[in-house]
């Protein structure tokens, strides 16, 4: 998600810089407008007239010749200085903003950033992405209706089992075939909460960690060194209603969730599902 950091100068010339993060890219601009007396100048020289040192026969002045281009320079440098000697900075951070997704037909909402974009195909029943952090997502997928009878989340049992089976499930999706990948992973946290429309939600938080050397057909264990691939934050939110299980899923990357926690976990405090009509 985007902050953007804007330097501007009022009154003088402008300097504005945007810096981008995930979302939002600017670029960075540069203005400069500065501007003189054109008069024309002497063939030869630029006559600089000494008026700060006095003298005793007003009816003299002391003339220094100076080359047009090193005068110039002279005056445009000194201008420039002096002014951004005097510069006032506006330091202003924007705030991200949330859309809301509601779906009427299956019987869920959510918050998402505005400007994730949604992605068809991708195996849940809705699917939004960052378009900058690839590997930061948030999805929802359900049980089906015709399968299952759940009453409650409780059906689960406890949040800390709940947690186990989301883990495992996790596990399932990201097993791979190829040699030397190991994957390391633990329970952050389990909570229930009810939340302002009277249900029962549960919360689970994993982190996992994907390792894999980059020469597994190697044959002495020095020549497999292995590397950290990636490290992710899972949250999931579980609900019931309509006889379904209700799972909203948020995946990021470790180092992102620490700079953009509160906002996620908007995200992930704004799920509800809500009955239908038959």
């Known amino acids: 998600m985007a902050r953007v950091v804007v330097l501007q100068k009022q009154g003088h010339p402008s300097f504005s810089i945007l810096s981008f993060s995930v979302s939002d890219f600017d670029g960075a601009r540069l203005h400069n407008h500065i501007s003189w007396d054109r008069t024309p100048l002497p063939k030869a020289a630029l006559q600089v007239t000494a008026s700060r040192f006095p003298v005793k026969d007003s009816r003299q002045t002391k003339t220094f010749a100076v080359p047009r281009r090193n005068t110039m320079a002279l005056i445009l ?6 002014e951004f000697s005097y510069c006032n900075f506006a330091f202003a951070q924007s705030s991200i903003g949330f859309k809301e997704y509601i779906d009427t ?3 869920y909402t959510f918050k998402y950033p505005q400007n994730w974009i949604q992605v068809r195909g991708a195996g849940a029943d809705i699917f939004f ?3 900058f952090v690839l590997d930061e997502n948030v999805s929802v997928e359900m049980s089906s209706p015709s399968s299952s009878r759940y009453k409650t989340v409780e059906d689960l049992g406890p949040p800390e089992e709940a947690g186990r089976k989301v883990l495992k499930q996790y596990l399932t999706e990201f097993m791979s075939t190829r040699l030397g990948v190991r994957r390391e992973s633990n329970i952050i946290s389990t909570t229930s909460r009810v939340a302002d429309d009277g249900k029962l939600y549960y919360q689970v938080e994993v982190n996992i960690k994907s390792y894999a050397n980059n020469n597994e057909l190697a044959v002495m264990p020095q ?4 590397s950290l691939e990636w490290n992710r934050r899972y949250l999931s939110v579980l609900g019931v209603e309509n006889n379904r299980l209700y799972e909203l899923r948020l995946q990021t990357p470790e180092n992102v969730f620490v700079e953009e926690e509160s906002d996620l976990r908007q995200v992930i405090d704004s799920f509800r599902v809500n009955k239908v009509s038959a």
Do not use: E, T
């Not at 440098?77 to 002096?82: C, G, K, T, V």
């Not at 020549?223 to 292995?226: A, G």
């Open 77 to 82: 440098s000194s201008y420039i200085f002096s």
């Open 223 to 226: 020549d497999r060194p292995v």
């Open 105 to 107: 037909f299956d019987g």
């Open 129 to 131: 992405r960052d378009p």
